[in-house]
């Protein structure tokens, strides 16, 4: 990075109250909504339909797919018109979806055809009446892209796209990525795309992986945030080494949950706790009694926070 893309990308957080677009809807009893992003069960390989039904029993608002799910259940002769009336009638929404589509990488053509899986995915959380995708750096993990003016022109263009789906995408942060593992590089590309629509996608465990921490959480408006994603990390892993499989259930790590919690609702955030694991110990056990546990630690740290 240059000196001014230094300067640029440890200033961005300042501004990051002009990203006010990404209103979510909470309980009404409590700041936040909670979502289930079914990576948390996908080690026992529940078709989604049923993770909805899952997710509804255990007490969720909401519930956050991968589109590999989405595609399965289409390939299946699945109608995702019907699955998002399941949804919708088991009481949930879909305030988000998880997509790996490559809109960020360098070469053109990958770009393009990046773009047009990001369509084609966005139009599928559109079918089942959800209103955000996931923008990760794929596709950049390995490279790091130091331009982040060019990373925001690219994201502009993705953002463009999405209006004319209907669809937000949130750009994600990546701790172990080479492109876009810290906060203030993710919020400074989605504020410099200009696009009103422009948010992003936190999650604990990679706050802490890419380095970044959580104060930076404190110059941010709620509205910058589509989603928020939920978990925690275990004392005897330091960001080095820690890794996706490693994160736990809200509350039982060394996470600062109470300050992260007390955060977002002092910055306005009222949208969705996600809670995203992807523990090989919890696959083995019964789905429903992991989501269940996993929405009573994380209501429990919630209500630990703001008591």
Same mark, same amino acid.
């Given at each position: 990075m240059t000196r001014r893309d230094l300067l640029t990308a440890s200033t961005a957080a300042v501004a990051a109250a002009s990203l006010t677009n990404c209103t979510t809807a909470a309980e009404p009893d409590e700041p936040f909504g909670y979502s289930l992003n079914t990576s948390t069960i996908r080690g026992q390989k529940i078709p989604i339909d049923e993770e909805a039904k899952l997710a509804s029993k255990a007490g969720f608002n909401a519930i956050e797919p991968w589109?590999?799910?989405?595609?399965?259940?289409?390939?299946?002769?699945?109608?995702?018109?019907?699955?998002? *009336?399941?949804?919708?009638?088991?009481? +949930? *929404?879909?305030?988000s979806a998880i997509g790996f589509a490559r809109w960020i990488v360098d070469d053109d053509l990958e770009r393009q055809k990046g773009l047009d899986d990001a369509k084609r995915d966005m139009e599928m959380v559109l079918a089942i009446g959800g209103t955000r995708i996931a923008a990760p750096p794929?596709?950049?993990?390995? !490279?790091?892209?130091?331009?982040?003016?060019?990373?925001?022109?690219?994201?502009?263009?993705?953002?463009?796209? &999405? &209006?004319?789906?209907?669809?937000?995408?949130?750009?994600?942060?990546?701790?172990?990525? !080479?492109?876009?593992?810290r906060l203030g590089e993710t919020v400074l590309i989605a504020m410099?795309?200009?696009?009103? !629509?422009?948010?992003?996608?936190?999650?604990?465990?990679?706050?802490?992986k890419g380095g970044s921490g959580f104060e930076g959480l404190k110059l941010?408006?709620?509205?910058?945030?589509?989603?928020?994603?939920?978990?925690?990390?275990?004392?005897?892993?330091?960001?080095?080494?820690?890794?996706?499989?490693?994160?736990?259930?809200?509350?039982?790590?060394?996470?600062?949950l109470k300050e992260v919690i007390r955060t977002l609702r002092?910055?306005?955030?009222?949208?969705? +706790?996600?809670?995203?694991?992807?523990?090989?110990?919890y696959y083995k056990r019964d789905a429903y009694e992991v989501i269940k546990e996993g929405l009573t630690k994380t209501k429990a740290a919630v209500k630990a926070a703001l008591a």
């Open positions: 589109i590999g799910e989405l595609q399965d259940f289409a390939k299946k002769g699945g109608n995702l018109k019907d699955l998002g *009336k399941l949804i919708a009638d088991a009481g +949930l *929404k879909v305030e794929a596709g950049a993990t390995e !490279k790091s892209i130091t331009d982040l003016n060019k990373i925001a022109d690219r994201y502009r263009t993705l953002a463009e796209l &999405g &209006g004319k789906v209907g669809i937000i995408p949130e750009a994600e942060i990546w701790g172990f990525s !080479k492109t876009l593992s410099e795309s200009g696009n009103p !629509k422009a948010c992003i996608l936190p999650d604990i465990y990679h706050l802490f941010l408006q709620g509205k910058a945030i589509g989603i928020f994603h939920v978990n925690d990390y275990p004392k005897e892993k330091d960001r080095a080494v820690i890794k996706d499989a490693d994160r736990i259930f809200p509350g039982d790590g060394i996470a600062p002092d910055i306005g955030y009222r949208g969705m +706790l996600s809670l995203e694991l992807f523990n090989p110990e």
